[in-house]
């Protein structure tokens, strides 16, 4: 069976330092990783995916992830983080002969000004 | 990507009675997933609709009381039935991330609903 674990509840950034929300997952076969971003009151925003090919994967709003195979992680990245990026933080996670992607728990970030 | 909407927004409702959310999407797919998000929660997939077959329903949830239709590739809808105030939740439709397919998952607003 499939799985993400999302470690953090909340993770707090001084705004212009870099963010790291961790993530790690189990699944059968090789994995499809994703991010997503709720604000509040809306709906579930793509950030970026992994599928294949290159481990360092961008998207959108400056964020990046890191695919690490040997460490089942992909940790969602920022170089310099803003107020605006506080939000409710999403990791999921399908292998690629399942039909659905699950999600972990969440990570609220919240970026101090 | 995929566009879709989902109706109604958010509805407040009375306990025992039965609510049915509809999603349309702008492209014909063959999956459609509906998922709830408890309040401060994560997503919680609660059933695959294929068009022309029955839904695949998650552990713990069953059709009696999350009956599912999907009459053609653009739409499904999904009832909450004989409501509790535990059912208060955000459900939300979505498209992508079937197994031939390694796009992301797109999701509607979602419809907020609240069961008093």
């Known amino acids: 069976a499939q799985s993400v674990a999302q470690p953090e509840d909340q993770v707090n950034v001084a705004e212009g330092n870099p963010l790291t929300v961790k993530c790690t997952y189990s699944?059968?076969?090789?994995?499809?990783l994703f991010w997503y971003v709720q604000y509040p009151n809306r709906g579930l925003q793509f950030l970026l995916k992994?599928?294949?090919?290159?481990?360092l994967v961008k998207g959108s709003y400056g964020f990046e992830a890191e695919f690490n195979k040997s460490q089942t992680s992909f940790h969602l990245k920022k170089p310099s983080a803003l107020v605006s990026d506080s939000a409710l933080y999403f990791c999921?996670?399908?292998?690629?002969?399942?039909?659905?992607?699950?999600f972990g728990k969440g990570t609220r970030l919240h970026i101090l000004p | 990507s995929a566009v879709i909407s989902q109706k109604p927004s958010r509805d407040i409702c009375q306990r025992g009675t039965s609510l049915t959310i509809q999603c349309q999407v702008d492209?014909?797919?063959?999956?459609m997933f509906w998922y709830r998000q408890q309040p401060g929660q994560s997503l919680t997939l609660i059933a695959t609709?294929?068009?022309?077959?029955?839904?695949?329903?998650e552990s713990g949830f069953v059709i009696d009381k999350f009956p599912i239709s999907r009459p053609n590739l653009t739409f499904s809808t999904l009832t909450v039935s004989n409501m509790s105030p535990e059912d208060s939740s955000i459900y939300l439709c979505?498209?992508?991330?079937?197994?031939?397919?390694?796009?992301?998952?797109?999701f509607g607003q979602g419809t907020r609903l609240t069961v008093v």
């Open positions: 979505s498209v992508g991330g079937g197994w031939a397919m390694n796009t992301e998952a797109f």
């Open positions: 492209s014909q797919v063959t999956m």
């Open positions: 992994y599928i294949t090919g290159d481990n």
């Open positions: 999921a996670v399908k292998g690629n002969r399942d039909d659905k992607i699950i």
């Open positions: 699944v059968s076969g090789n994995p499809y």
């Open positions: 609709a294929n068009q022309g077959s029955e839904a695949t329903y």
